[in-house]
């Protein structure tokens, strides 16, 4: 029986404050979920997919109508700037609409030729209850991806969240239940590490979905595997951003640092690695620390779009970075700006160089605000640099010439590949990565092919 503990608080990491417990499931109410969403799965699956697309819209249109709670909720709960909440808020609405409005024709049957005197089509059906474990630095945009597209297809969801996140998943539970969605259809658990791994077991449960660290989804994917369950894992990144060349430098040093920062740099398709040509690499350099020194320490309401950062997620978050950067200098890696803790989960953002194979540091994610700076002198050292990591998430190249960029974007071992852009962003491009950042796509159209039988139909003449 999971203990009634604090295991699920409101910590603000910018002042250390705890404003809210919350208990954890018993074992009892962990049973009476699995219940609950095995009988509800009958009938939400029996609703045609336009009724389903009524409360999905309805979800969508909450988030809208909510959004100053729900950016005031994740601020304290962990860190988000203002701005950077409000995107997160409004993407997650789109997410809930874009499905709402695209479902159909994505779950229809599809026609296949067959040469055997029949009609085959390919049927979309959903497979029953799954588990989604999401992790704390986008608490309602990786719950709208992969809740919105699943209920769509007519599966039941048990969400359990990150323990640091109660309060965002509690207003999840709400907009839900005041969206009218019927009971067990969707629900929100304070489960324990152990209690997930009962729901994975059981029969009731079809499938699960985690994103989070390499050794949450290395646990989650063999409990899986041995249960013969069907499992999507979006886990960590070290995604690499190539500067081949530039007119404007400072101008792309702007860029990478604000895409660096985002979120704190708790992102888990962030650039990582800034791999830079030797020509421009001084001057590129030069920018980033520029910037790393400007930088000022504020509130969550305070930070954002401009040189005032916020906390990271918590005090434990920022222990684990400042070990990180202290091992690599310690290892030979040059601390050019920045670094250092502060008072409760305050980093400040920083400019690390001089990194190679031989320091510890090289093949980990660093989940923070690090600026990672690389020289190479050649396309081809830049892409092999890029290749030589455990992961596989995403990166980008940049360069006035696009040919020379989509040359060493094809070859990114990845599963997402950007040519002069950090990213390609939105409800309807597809996210996820390769190796051991996991496997499975969210969003976009893909996002309603993992957790569906996709059913042969076949009627002989």
Not at 121 to 132: E, F, K
Request: hydrophobic share 40%; net charge negative; with cysteine.
């Amino acid at each position: 029986m999971a203990e009634k503990d604090l295991s699920y608080r409101v910590e603000n990491p910018a002042t250390g404050e705890i404003t809210a417990t919350y208990p954890g499931a018993t074992d009892d109410e962990i049973q009476q979920v699995l219940a609950a969403s095995e009988k509800s799965f009958k009938e939400w699956a029996a609703l045609d997919i336009a009724e389903r697309k009524k409360y999905v819209l309805r979800v969508a249109e909450l988030f809208d109508e909510r959004k100053d709670d729900l950016v005031d909720i994740i601020g304290r709960e962990m860190g988000k700037s203002r701005p950077h909440a409000i995107d997160e808020v409004e993407l997650s609405a789109n997410i809930f609409r874009y499905y709402a409005n695209n479902g159909e024709e994505f779950a229809a049957d599809r026609k296949i030729e067959s040469y055997n005197g029949g009609t085959a089509v390919i049927r979309h059906l959903p497979l029953g209850a799954l588990v989604g474990i999401m992790p704390w630095n986008f608490p309602y945009y990786q719950v709208a991806r992969f809740a919105a597209p699943n209920l769509m297809n007519g599966n039941t969801i048990i969400l359990k969240h990150a323990e640091i996140c109660p309060e965002s998943s509690a207003a999840i539970q709400k907009i839900f239940d005041d969206a009218g969605v019927p009971a067990g259809v969707y629900q929100n658990v304070y489960a324990s590490h152990d209690q997930i791994t009962t729901m994975i077991e059981d029969p009731r449960v079809q499938g699960v979905s985690l994103t989070g660290s390499e050794r949450a989804g290395a646990a989650v994917g063999a409990t899986a595997g041995k249960n013969l369950k069907k499992a999507v894992l979006e886990l960590g990144g070290n995604d690499a951003y190539v500067l081949l060349d530039s007119d404007d430098v400072k101008a792309a040093a702007q860029l990478a640092w604000e895409v660096r920062m985002y979120n704190m740099g708790q992102v888990c398709n962030g650039n990582k690695r800034m791999i830079i040509m030797d020509d421009i690499y001084d001057e590129f350099v030069g920018e980033l620390v520029k910037l790393a020194e400007k930088a000022t320490l504020g509130t969550p309401e305070e930070a954002g779009e401009n040189d005032v950062y916020s906390p990271l997620s918590s005090r434990d978050a920022a222990e684990r970075l400042d070990e990180q950067v202290t091992r690599a200098v310690q290892e030979g890696a040059t601390l050019l700006a920045g670094g250092g803790l502060g008072e409760n989960a305050y980093y400040a953002p920083a400019v690390l160089t001089d990194m190679d194979t031989k320091n510890s540091v090289f093949y980990e994610e660093l989940f923070g605000p690090i600026a990672l700076a690389f020289k190479v002198s050649s396309d081809e050292e830049a892409l092999k640099l890029a290749n030589d990591t455990q992961y596989g998430l995403g990166g980008a190249v940049f360069s006035q010439d696009k040919d020379r960029a989509r040359a060493i974007a094809r070859q990114l071992e990845v599963g997402m590949s950007n040519v002069n852009t950090p990213a390609g962003e939105g409800e309807e491009i597809p996210f996820g990565g390769v190796k051991r950042s996991g496997f499975g796509r969210e969003l976009g159209p893909l996002g309603m092919d993992e957790f569906v039988n996709k059913q042969l139909y076949f009627e002989a003449d």
